[in-house]
């Protein structure tokens, strides 16, 4: 059985940084490549950013780009995801997901994060 779980998140003022943790059991986790997405209420979930299986390709959209790093550590089966210089607009729930042969696939429960003005 496939598990996600998330962590990291919390409330941080505008400017400061929180690193999310997402450590995944159940399935060989260097095979396949990771993601970070995140949702507010009443809005589609967005795509933040994604990792390959190996770490060496990764991409971030547009909003976070030069403020997040995604990361990966194989031997710990986790997924991180570094946050800073963090804006209001960040605010959301964070979950990653497993890219299960092209397919978003087992999701965690996610993490709140919450950014003040």
């Known amino acids: 059985q496939v598990q996600v779980v998330e962590s990291g998140g919390g409330l941080v003022q505008a400017g400061g940084s929180l690193r999310l943790s997402c450590t995944v059991s159940g399935l060989t986790f260097d095979n396949y490549g990771m993601g970070w997405f995140r949702q507010v209420p009443g809005k589609e979930r967005e795509g933040v950013s994604c990792i390959g299986w190996s770490g060496s390709i990764t991409y971030y959209a547009d909003s976070v780009k030069g403020r997040f790093t995604i990361s990966r550590d194989n031997a710990k089966t986790t997924l991180y995801l570094q946050m800073n210089s963090l804006k209001p607009e960040d605010t959301a729930m964070y979950y990653c997901?497993?890219?299960?042969?092209?397919?978003?696939?087992?999701w965690g429960q996610g993490t709140q994060v919450t950014v003040s003005s």
């Open positions: 997901a497993v890219d299960f042969r092209g397919i978003w696939d087992y």
